[in-house]
Every structure is written in C-alpha cells, then in structure tokens.
T-cell receptor, first 112, second 113 residues
Framework: GENVEQHPSTLSVQEGDSAVIKCTYS??????FPWYKQELGKGPQLIIDIRSNVGEKKDQRIAVTLNKTAKHFSLHITETQPEDSAVYFCAASIPGGFKTIFGAGTRLFVKA | NAGVMQNPRHLVRRRGQEARLRCSPM?????VYWYRQLPEEGLKFMVYLQKENIIDESGMPKERFSAEFPKEGPSILRIQQVVRGDSAAYFC???????????FGQGTRLTVV
C-alpha cells in the first residue's frame, strides 16, 4: 500500500524567512496530493493541493511542487508569519483509491 | 453551508463502556472518512463509507470498532468496551467524490479513564 514520509518533523524559522517541508510517497499510481494545516485543538484544514498532471501550484505565500519521477512533493511557505505556526501534514491518494494516506506531520514554529 | 460537524467535541468514558461518535458531512457530500490521531502523531485512516455502504475498513480494528453511514442521519463510529488505548482524537472528513479534497471536522477527543 501507499506510504508517505514527511521531513522534517520539527521546523523553526524566523518571521519573514521561508519554510520548506518535504514528502515522499511510494505508490507511483498516486495522483492527488493535498496539504493540511492543523492548529492546536482543531481539525486539519486543507491549505493547498496538487494533482499529478501539474508540477507546481501557487496560492499567495504558499506553493507546492511535485516531482513524479522522484515521487516527492514539497510545500513552500514564503514570508512566514507567527500565525503560520501549526502542524502541517502532507498526504497522497490514488485514483479509485478510497483512503488518503497522511505523513506524520511537521511542527512549524515561526519566531517573531 | 456548514462544515463537517462532529459531536461530541469531548467524550469521557470509563473502561468497558461504549463510545459513540457522530459525524454530519458537508451538504452534498456522500463520502465520509474516519481517522484516528494519537497525541503528537499523524492521522491514521480507519474507515471509508458512502451512504449505507462500508467501502474500505482496512484501518479499523477488527474487534470492538464499527462504523455506519445510514441513509438518513449522521455517520456513527462506535467503540464497544473501550480501553485506555482507545484514547485519541477521532476526526471525520467528507468529500463530494473519491480522490478529491476532503474537509475535516473539529474532531472528538475521547478519553478513557
């Protein structure tokens, strides 16, 4: 089955710097890759997603890149702000698949 | 359009009791997923349901756990004879179709004492 690995587990950056979180997946059939942000005591919230027919997608300060050959995808947050502090999860799912497999999460700290 | 609604938000049960967790998907969503999250860990898939059908329950323990999504009403995750190891946050998500974006509820935090 699909396996998703996520690095780093913890990331600390200074306000205004960029943050990059990387994930790899094992099933080459995976074609949908969402990213979720989870704040303390809340449910995960979808922040951006990408499908395998594109290599990059951007939404304001957030961008995601996908390398299908290498089977890895990354989340980039530019100009980080303290409110970006949260746990971020990457995930992967396959067409016709019935479950999305999540990475273990990255705890991001943005220091003011 | 209200989001995914889960209740209760917090549930305390004694060992051996039953826990019932409810999830109302977003309007128009017929696909429901249940995940379990232990403290400081990621989300582990448990079960995927469509209306009146269990599609994939490969992540759900074979004993004591069951799930349903009736034609009318919310999806229910039921844990019988709870043990301390069942303490976790249980999240429900819904989507309009498979392999599309899923929206999560706020979760139910189960504590077994």
């Amino acid at each position: 089955g699909e396996n998703v690995e996520q690095h780093p587990s913890t990331l600390s950056v200074q306000e205004g710097d960029s943050a990059v979180i990387k994930c790899t997946y094992s099933d080459s059939a995976s074609n949908y890759f969402p990213w979720y942000k989870q704040e303390l005591g809340k449910g995960p919230q979808l922040i951006i997603d990408i499908r395998s027919n594109v290599g990059e997608k951007k939404d304001q300060r957030i961008a995601v890149t996908l390398n299908k050959t290498a089977k890895h995808f990354s989340l980039h947050i530019t100009e980080t702000q303290p409110e970006d502090s949260a746990v971020y999860f990457c995930a992967a799912s396959i067409p016709g698949g019935f479950k999305t497999i999540f990475g273990a999460g990255t705890r991001l700290f943005v220091k003011a | 359009n209200a989001g995914v609604m889960q209740n209760p938000r917090h549930l305390v049960r004694r060992r051996g009791q039953e826990a019932r967790l409810r999830c109302s998907p977003m309007k128009g969503h017929s696909h429901v997923y249940w995940y379990r999250q232990l403290p400081e860990e990621g989300l582990k898939f448990m079960v995927y349901l469509q209306k009146e059908n269990i599609i994939d329950e490969s992540g759900m323990p074979k004993e004591r756990f069951s799930a349903e999504f009736p034609k009318e009403g919310p999806s229910i995750l039921r844990i019988q004879q709870v043990v301390r190891g069942d303490s976790a946050a249980y999240f429900c998500a819904s989507s309009p179709a498979e392999n599309t974006e899923a929206f999560f509820g706020q979760g139910t935090r189960l504590t077994v004492v």
